[in-house]
C-alpha cells in the first residue's frame, strides 16, 4: 500500500513552510514553482543564510566572479542582490529573512600570525581567506574547520526561526554540486529531521548528480514537482546580476523540481 510523502500530507494542511536557501537566488532557482504555487495557500518564508561579500583584497576567484557578475565592487553587487531577492520574494507573496553571514568566495579568516603585515594580504589575499579557491576548495566540499563559529550561530538562528514560524516542513540544498555553503546548510535543516525536506540543487543538477549514498543512509527517496514551470524562467531573470552568469546562452532549461522525501512515505 502506498502511504503520502511527506510532502503530499502538508499540501493539504495549509501550515508554514521554512526554505532555507544559502545564497540570494538559491531557493528561487530550485523550489520557484512549488513556493509560488504554494504561497497562496500558506505562508511561506525563506531564509538566506549567507548574503554578504566581505572588503578586499579578493582572492582571484571572488574576482572572478564579480567580474561575471560584470562589476569590480563585491559589496555594490551584494546590495544589488539583496535588493533582486526581496522584489522576487514579494512578487511571489513570499516572506524573506536574509541572515547575514558572508559568502564562501569571501570568507576571510583570522590572519596568522607569521603572516605579520597586511601587505600578505594584499600580495596574495588567498592566504587570508578560509576559501583560497573555488574548484579545489569551495566545489569540492570542504567544510573548513573555521566555519565551526559560522555553523553554531546558523544553528541558533535556524533554531529561533523553526519556533518562531511554526513551520510544519523544512527545506534545504540535498548538496548536489557540494558547494560548502549549500552542505552547510543543508547540515542546519537535517538538525530537524522530523520536518526535513531535501531539495536537488539547481541548475548544479544539470551535470551533477546527487549523493545517492548519504541520501540512502537517511532513508530519502526522490520526489518531482512540475506544476508551474514556465513562469519559472521569468522568476530566475529577475535575478539580473546572476542570470546571465548562470545562464549565458540566456536558456533557462525547464526542469522539474526534485525533492528528496522519507523513501517509505510514511514518516
Known sequence: MTHPSRI????????????????????????GALMEAQARKRPIIVATLFTE???????????????????????????????????????????????GEVDALF?????PTWLGSSAWDRLLPELTHRYATYRFDIALGRVSRGDKEVIRHLRDEVAA???????????????????????????????????????????????SRPDEAHLESLGYAAWAWDTGLAAKPSRIKQYASQANALFPEGVIPLKPEIYFV??????
Open 262 to 267: 522519507p523513501g517509505h512515505f510514511g514518516a
Open 107 to 111: 570568507r576571510r579568516r583570522r590572519k
Open 161 to 207: 526561526l523553526m519556533a518562531q514560524t511554526q513551520a510544519e516542513l523544512i527545506f534545504c540544498p540535498a548538496g548536489v554540486g557540494k558547494h560548502v555553503d549549500h552542505l552547510i546548510t543543508r547540515e542546519l535543516g537535517k538538525g530537524h529531521s522530523k520536518n526535513l525536506v531535501m531539495y536537488s540543487d539547481f541548475p548544479y543538477d544539470l551535470v
Open 53 to 99: 561579500a566581505s572588503p578586499g583584497p579578493h582572492t582571484r576567484a571572488a574576482k572572478s566572479f564579480l567580474r561575471q557578475c560584470g562589476t569590480v565592487k563585491a559589496g555594490e553587487l551584494y546590495a544589488a542582490r539583496r535588493t533582486e531577492d526581496r522584489e522576487v520574494l514579494m512578487d511571489m507573496g513570499i516572506q524573506f529573512i536574509h541572515l
Open 8 to 31: 503530499e500530507r502538508s499540501l493539504t494542511s495549509g501550515a508554514p513552510w521554512l526554505f532555507l536557501s544559502p545564497h540570494l537566488d538559491d531557493a528561487v532557482l530550485s523550489c
